[in-house]
Nanobody, 111 residues
Framework: QSELLESGGGSVPAGGSLKLSCVVS????????KFWYRQVLGSGREFIST???????SYAAGYEDRVTISQDNAKNTLYLQIDNLETSDTAVYYC?????WGQGTQVTVSS
């Protein structure tokens, strides 16, 4: 059974950056579908990005300029770099690998 562990969230001022990580064990990481979502308090979960097994990224509209998804197959780790953070980015961020959701990591952006 696969396990996901997310990290990298925290409190940052607007304009700052964060790099979220999601380590998976017990799954064929390189072959798994991989996604990042977020959930703003009081709203539903929102798709941010996905990356193919070959490393081709895809982003939801509005994220292309500030977000970078990447993966390290040797470390079974999925990443999400978020730059120029805005207060509206305050949310819980989730990785999804092989259809399993991580526990989420809180990102709080202050003005």
């Amino acid at each position: 059974q696969s396990e996901l562990l997310e990290s990298g969230g925290g409190s940052v001022p607007a304009g700052g950056s964060l790099k979220l990580s999601c380590v998976v064990s017990g799954a064929a990481f390189s072959r798994c579908p991989k996604f990042w979502y977020r959930q703003v308090l009081g709203s539903g979960r929102e798709f941010i990005s996905t990356i193919s097994s070959a490393g081709t990224p895809s982003y939801a509209a509005g994220y292309e300029d500030r977000v970078t998804i990447s993966q390290d197959n040797a470390k079974n780790t999925l990443y999400l770099q978020i730059d120029n953070l805005e207060t509206s980015d305050t949310a819980v961020y989730y990785c999804v690998i092989c259809n399993k959701w991580g526990q989420g990591t809180q990102v709080t952006v202050s003005s």
